[in-house]
């Protein structure tokens, strides 16, 4: 026997070596993949909330939890205050009021005069505070703004805060 591999063994380590690159280059690319589908929690994102508005945002964060949990039912501001364990609404609204729209729920607020800006989030709200959409629009009431939500069927899905203009 001479010290030479026969051409069968070198067929073999050829092809042995082109499988570890094909399953590299395919472990790789599911790698990528999974990269790139990522939850999006993993992203770390800045506080895109304007200051002032995060009193608004509380108080859609709150209708929307009653209307939920009381299947729609009429409120009123004082309703709202003793629903909030946290105590960030007192002072910020003077009154709201619900109006039923075509299509969808409105409610209207104004501010009061000893309005506090600085409201904290809680860890959900933080985490909900991304979904939320706000328009400035021309408003002729002496209102603040209003704050839209789907009807029941729609389970009372947020749409958008509109904020008059200055």
Sequence with gaps: MSNTQ??????????????????????LLIAFMFKGCAPTSMVTT??????ELRDVFILTILVQEYLRTTNGRNFNLDILIE???????SKNFD????????GHIAIQYKFSKKRDYKVEFTEREK???????VV???NKSDLGGEIQFEYGE???NFRK???NEP
């Design 6 to 27: 026969s051409p069968t063994f070198h067929i073999l380590n050829v092809s042995n070596n082109a499988m570890r690159q094909t399953s590299t280059i395919i472990l």
């Design 46 to 51: 800045v506080d895109k909330t304007p200051e």
């Design 83 to 89: 629903y909030d364990s946290l105590n960030r609404i």
């Design 95 to 102: 009154e709201i009021e619900q109006i039923s729209r075509g």
């Design 127 to 133: 985490q909900m505070k991304e979904m939320w959409k």
């Design 136 to 138: 400035e629009k021309k």
């Design 154 to 156: 729609r389970f009372y």
């Design 161 to 163: 805060i509109i904020i």
